[in-house]
């Protein structure tokens, strides 16, 4: 498995002025109510996968192998989003879309749309687990966070918004599990695919404090 080390992007997105107005107000309708959204509608929209497809373009080397190929980040996008999770609207503004792949949840995947103004912020965040650490059941097993983005982002200025829903994500354990995930590395992939790695406190990971409970979980 590659690890790099990703640069996460600022609100001040550059802007492709030949790009077209886009209007992703559909995917209001997939968010509350219910409390956690309608993620498997989402997932089944005729609409999502053309979605995925035109604003997760950078390569990616960490699904897939050398010898087998590595999917294309939209592919991946929608692997890791395949078992349902949630739809969670934020200031009228963002949506977070979370799952994980099936039969292994421990790979989790966060899709995050900055819905404001006319060309949307769309950014993949993928928990993908360091097979030479301890196994996902085990409370010290590490991950690897990869961060894409459809615009540049500035890895000293990631967008508030996105490093709270990372927060609330990792604060949570995966399904069927009590363990937090621990992020040991963060990587921000740039739309052209360049690397860069960024402290993964920086990303929100792992920046909820652990429940009492779930400490003593851990111990």
Not at 57 to 74: E, R, V
Not at 116 to 143: M, Q, R, T
Not at 206 to 215: D, G, I, K, R, S
Request: charged share 20%.
């Amino acid at each position: 498995m590659t690890h790099a080390h990703a640069q996460i992007s600022s609100p001040q997105i550059k802007r492709d002025k030949k790009q077209p107005k886009e209007n992703l107000e559909w995917l209001w309708q997939y968010g509350p109510p219910p409390a956690e959204g309608r993620e498997n509608q989402l997932v089944l929209d005729p609409r999502f996968r053309p979605f995925l497809a035109q604003y997760l373009t950078a390569p990616q080397t960490f699904w897939g192998n050398p010898k087998t190929g590595y999917k294309t980040l939209d592919e991946t996008a929608l692997d890791f989003l395949s078992v349902p999770d949630k739809v969670i609207a934020d200031d009228n503004r963002y949506l977070t879309i979370t799952g994980c792949v099936f039969r292994f949840c421990p790979s989790r995947g966060l899709l995050w749309v900055d819905l404001n103004g006319p060309h949307p912020l769309v950014v993949f965040a993928a928990i993908d687990w360091i097979k030479d650490s301890k196994v996902p059941s085990e409370p010290d097993a590490e991950y690897t966070l990869w961060i894409f983005s459809n615009h540049p982002i500035d890895s000293e200025h990631l967008p508030p918004a996105f490093v709270h829903s990372v927060a609330r994500w990792t604060a949570k354990p995966t399904t069927g599990s009590t363990v937090i995930q621990q992020i040991r590395n963060a990587i921000l992939v740039d739309p052209d695919g360049s690397p860069h790695p960024i402290a993964a406190s920086t990303t929100g990971a792992n920046t909820f404090t652990v429940p009492l409970n779930q400490q003593k979980a851990q111990q």
